[in-house]
T-cell receptor, first 113, second 114 residues
């Protein structure tokens, strides 16, 4: 069955530190890849998405992610985090032919100022 | 910016009762979804809906669940006889189509079954 693994359950960083959150999926076919963020008390918002083309995608708020097909990975990065980046981050995969999003368990990011 | 809305934000019900969770998708969207997140676990897909019928459902979406688009704006999830394990956050989402579109999520309804 298709699955998504997020390696880090809780990440704690100081402001200005660099961030990388891991995401691996298990599905051999073509996939669409997403990172969603959920700020405290708010709903899921799209950070960035990959459908095709350049495997390095840039999203909102300075986030980027790199799709590495050979590693079935879609890691999220940000060079310098801010306190306002404190949130839950979810990686999600969608089979191109289907419509359901398969989510990872999420990573809680806590940034101290 | 258009948003998906959900009501109520929090619903408390007793085991065995029926609940209806309501969602208003973004107005020009055609595909609608329900997901749930049990506390401490991942967001799980329940069902997708298009053209007034279910287009995809997960194994979680058993006979206890049903969805409906009763009018041109609302999209509902009904749980016929709630169980303790139905306690979760339920998210509605919508998208214009199945192509290169993201899903837009609502704020969720927290369902507590006692």
């Amino acid at each position: 069955a298709q699955s998504v693994s997020q390696h880090n359950h809780h990440v704690i960083l100081s402001e200005a530190a660099s961030l990388e959150l891991g995401c691996n999926y298990s599905y051999g076919g073509t996939v669409n890849l997403f990172w969603y963020v959920q700020y405290p008390g708010q709903h899921l918002q799209l950070l960035l998405k990959y459908f095709s083309g350049d495997p390095l995608v840039k999203g909102i708020k300075g986030f980027e992610a790199e799709f590495i097909k050979s590693k079935f990975s879609f890691n999220l990065r940000k060079p310098s985090v801010q306190w306002s980046d404190t949130a839950e981050y979810f990686c999600a995969v969608r089979r191109q032919a289907g419509t359901a999003l398969i989510f990872g368990k999420g990573t809680t990011l806590s940034v101290s100022s | 910016e258009p948003e998906v809305t959900q009501t109520p934000s929090h619903q408390v019900t007793q085991m065995g009762q029926e609940v209806i969770l309501r969602c208003v998708p973004i107005s020009n969207h055609l595909y609608f979804y329900w997901y749930r997140q049990i506390l401490g676990q991942k967001v799980e897909f329940l069902v997708s809906f298009y053209n007034n019928e279910i287009s995809e459902k997960s194994e979680i979406f058993d006979d206890q669940f049903s969805v409906e688009r009763p009018d041109g704006s609302n999209f509902t999830l009904k749980i016929r006889s709630t169980k303790l394990e139905d306690s979760a956050m339920y998210f509605c989402a919508s998208t214009p189509g199945t192509g290169v579109y993201e899903q837009y999520f609502g704020p969720g309804t927290r369902l507590t079954v006692t």
